[in-house]
């Protein structure tokens, strides 16, 4: 079968490398690229082959600082906030024209940032984002509020609206930096916001990226800004700016936990998206030929750096052994390499912290008795040795209360277990017993069976016969428990950007 057309254009990598390469990547600040205050730069490196590659301004509270007074600035002057949303909308419109007009060089620089595979730096990346910006676009013009008939003695009316927050500060994760940071700010733009982006140090470029594209637009000076640095300092000052009236962060949950306790000052508005341990159940009646590559590559995929990975694989015994050689197929068969491959359909974890992490929870699972089925081990990637490259790797005989399967890995790790005809009572308590409920997959040919199951389950998000495909702009993603607060996504996702202002007016 032959593999689709590369939908990238490879031949400017080296021109882009060089550039990258030249001089350090700056902050976007009230429309400009300037260096941090400081002068201080920090390394970047490329994951597949764990050299530095580029550099990028190390923001710290000063520059922090500035870049929330230009978004004050713009916020308070009216200049987005009070624009007509149609005119918000149509600019909002022509960033996603330019940033599909510079696709290639976003993918290839996500590609060497964050290591993914370069078709899911396109497809996850680029066009994700882009599609993000023409759906919250729409919303522009049609954030409203309602009407009340208020029970005052005398004649009266009431109604609401919905005003946006304020400034918001964007914290951005770092498995898919450019789509994340883009849906984070369309949904504050939509609303009237304006906003602070700090991507996270691991995959600051094509963040920068989306500075320059958006002062092509024609945004108004201050309306997004990008501070790149570390989350001690840049992050923390962002968090604890008495300025900003909203964070909305995605990332782990004891980092979430910290930002809760940060923001505590003034009271600031919070969105956070954290961690998952995601179960995918299948039973017995399951079409295996779609469940089994479906559960496969909802951890596999971006090397199971995904808050919604399904990293807990519950398998009815009927089938247990036909998933488990399948999903081990699926394993061994994945080529693994460097995403600037076009062969590659898995590429390396993040960073050297990443890759200890990973192997010190499989570490961790052997010495409480669970066993490797297959992978496990650094994978040998030719021509990339310093690369943070695992094997997917697929445990057995792992049970509950183990770390592998209590805590989030953030890799490409499968922890399984076997159910019987048990009630669904017992399956989705089995299912629950985590401090997690970001993420399900119910695999079954029986609809009632599989919607029962999404009402028992305690997770944001629910797929029945399906991985989801990532997150589609229109449906509210979140999670219950520890998994985080509030939604992103759809109306909720905008509203979320919004404040509710009550109005009576006395007729009589």
Request: glycine share 12%.
């Amino acid at each position: 079968m032959t593999p689709p057309p590369m939908p990238v254009d490879t031949s400017i990598l080296p021109d882009l490398k060089a550039d990258l390469a030249a001089k350090p990547r700056e902050l976007f600040i009230n429309g400009e690229f300037v260096p941090a205050k400081s002068g201080e730069t920090f390394d970047v490196i490329d994951p597949a082959t764990g050299q530095v590659f580029a550099q990028a301004a190390s923001g710290g509270a000063e520059d922090v600082d500035l870049a929330v007074q230009a978004a004050r600035k713009c916020f308070d002057s009216g200049a987005w906030s009070a624009m007509p949303p149609a005119q918000r909308a149509r600019i909002m419109m022509k960033l996603a024209e330019l940033i599909e007009a510079n696709a290639s060089r976003i993918a290839l620089t996500e590609t060497l940032d964050n290591g993914m595979p370069l078709m899911m730096g396109y497809f996850g990346a680029v066009m994700a984002a882009s599609e993000t910006l023409r759906y919250n676009a729409g919303w522009c013009t049609k954030i409203g509020g309602e009407t009340f008939t208020p029970s005052h003695p005398g004649e009266w009316h009431g109604f609401t609206q919905r005003e946006p927050v304020g400034v918001v500060g964007g914290i951005v994760p770092w498995n898919f930096p450019f789509v994340m940071g883009v849906a984070k700010m369309a949904q504050a733009l939509a609303a009237g916001c304006t906003i602070v982006l700090k991507p996270a140090e691991q995959t600051p470029l094509s963040t920068v990226i989306l500075g320059e594209l958006i002062a092509e637009a024609g945004f108004p000076e201050g309306t997004v800004n990008i501070v790149t640095g570390f989350g001690a300092t840049a992050g923390a000052a962002l968090v604890e700016h008495e300025q900003v009236d909203k964070i909305s962060f995605t990332g782990s949950t004891v980092t979430g936990k910290q930002i809760v306790k940060a923001c505590t000052g003034n009271l600031k508005r919070v969105t956070l998206e954290l961690g998952g341990k995601s179960p995918v159940i299948i039973f017995d009646d399951a079409n295996l030929a779609k469940a089994i590559p479906a559960a496969a590559m909802g951890i596999f995929g971006n090397a199971g750096q995904v808050c919604a990975a399904g990293s807990r694989l519950f398998v009815h015994e009927k089938v247990r052994d036909q998933v488990l050689e399948g999903v081990t197929a699926m394993a061994k068969g994945l080529k693994v390499g460097s995403g600037l491959d076009p062969a590659s359909q898995m590429g390396p974890l993040v960073s050297d912290a990443q890759f200890a992490r990973v192997t010190g929870y499989i570490e961790s699972a052997l010495s409480e008795g669970a066993k490797v089925h297959v992978g496990g081990e650094k994978a040998s990637v030719e021509g990339s040795e310093g690369g943070y490259f695992i094997q997917p790797t697929v445990l057995t005989d792992t049970v509950a209360g183990m770390k592998a399967v209590e805590e989030e890995i953030f890799g490409p790790v499968l922890a399984t277990m076997t159910f019987g005809d048990d009630d669904l009572e017992t399956i989705a308590a089995a299912a629950n017993n985590t401090q997690y409920g970001l993420n399900a997959s119910v695999f079954t040919q029986d609809i009632t069976r599989g919607l029962k199951m999404a009402k028992r389950i305690k997770s944001g998000m629910v797929n029945i016969n399906g991985a989801g495909g990532g997150p589609d702009p229109a449906m509210p993603l979140g999670g219950f428990k520890q998994s985080g607060w509030g939604r992103e996504n759809g109306r909720a996702g905008v509203e979320a950007f919004t404040e509710v202002k009550s109005v009576t007016v006395n007729l009589g």
